[in-house]
């Protein structure tokens, strides 16, 4: 596909093996010649939440300089779009390792052949952290949301969780107040833009190592992501600060079921080890999805 702007755009569809499912990307793999405005307005043009643009290119030691638009605004990192990304340059340099150089540090991916004809892709998060949600944080958020504090999970306090960039992590007490998601735009995004937040990431349990996840992203101009690599990071570091996390493990987050685009992210956990590493699949898409609405 080419933009309107003459540069040539990729899409792919990541953390699921269907075109139907997952989070859409765009990729532009040559962006060596674009300025931070065009590459905006690139963004806002594909429409997706986030699309990556490979900025510095080193085939040869397999390293390449990523940065991230949504269509309203740069972000430090995102995962859906790194997937997305590393499938793309592995569908023609080969698999293997990657190294992403990133406005948040560098993360490695390994590619390699996964199930059903798709190529997968496991990143490596910087350093995971995350800390208690102050009273004031949470209360102006569920008051945008619409959501109650005894709507939570006891077992599952607030936090704002970092891995490459912050989230706050909500977890709703049943799976009902998790699919009746109907919140304040503006609001929300207020919230988010006065505390740093790249996203609000709203879970439900259904077993320690399976949850279901759905993740506001208003500051980027979309009421809703289906699959939010960064917000698993984060919330992989969120497992581990609290303790859940006993020995190495993979937790499964579902997400995008709600809105019809499931995906599938695998967390990796390793309680001795702040970096959290992701896990999906990729595909090219060949037209464009509907991915639910959007608000810029």
């Given at each position: 596909m080419t933009s309107g702007t003459g540069t040539d755009v990729l899409r792919y569809t990541a953390f699921s093996s269907d075109p139907a499912g997952g989070n859409p990307a765009g990729v532009v793999l040559d962006a060596s010649g674009l300025d931070e405005p065009r590459m905006l307005a690139l963004a806002a043009e594909v429409g997706y939440s986030e699309t990556a643009f490979v900025t510095e290119a080193d085939p040869a030691r397999r390293r390449f300089?990523?940065?991230?638009?949504?269509?309203?605004?740069?972000v430090d990192f995102c995962g859906h779009a790194t997937v997305a990304t590393a499938v793309a340059l592995a569908e023609r340099i080969g698999p293997g390792e990657l190294v992403f150089d990133t406005p948040a540090?560098?993360?490695?991916?390994?590619?390699?052949?996964?199930g059903e004809g798709a190529l997968q892709a496991t990143l490596t998060s910087v350093p995971t952290r995350s800390r208690p949600a102050a009273d004031a944080e949470l209360d102006a958020a569920l008051a945008a949301l619409g959501w109650e504090r005894g709507e939570l999970d006891p077992a599952l306090p607030p936090h704002v969780a970092f891995g490459g960039v912050h989230h706050l992590v909500l977890a709703a007490a049943a799976r009902d107040r998790l699919a009746d998601l109907a919140y304040d735009f503006e609001a929300l995004a207020d919230v988010m833009r006065r505390h740093g937040w790249?996203?609000?990431h709203l879970v439900w349990r259904e077993a320690p190592d399976r949850f279901h996840a759905r993740d506001p992203f208003p500051v980027g101009g979309v009421v809703e992501d289906p699959a939010t690599g960064a917000a698993a990071a984060a919330f992989g570091g969120y497992l581990r600060?609290?303790?859940?996390?006993?020995?190495?493990?993979?937790?499964?987050?579902?997400?995008g079921e709600d809105m019809g685009r499931p995906s599938e992210l695998l967390v990796g956990v390793d309680p001795g080890d702040?970096?959290?590493?992701?896990?999906?699949r990729a595909v090219a898409l060949a037209t464009p999805p509907v991915t639910g609405p959007r608000a810029v």
């Open positions: 300089t990523l940065r991230y638009f949504s269509p309203l605004a740069e540090g560098e993360i490695p991916v390994l590619t390699a052949a996964g790249t996203t609000v600060e609290l303790g859940l996390v006993a020995e190495p493990a993979r937790v499964v987050v579902r997400q702040p970096r959290v590493r992701v896990t999906g």
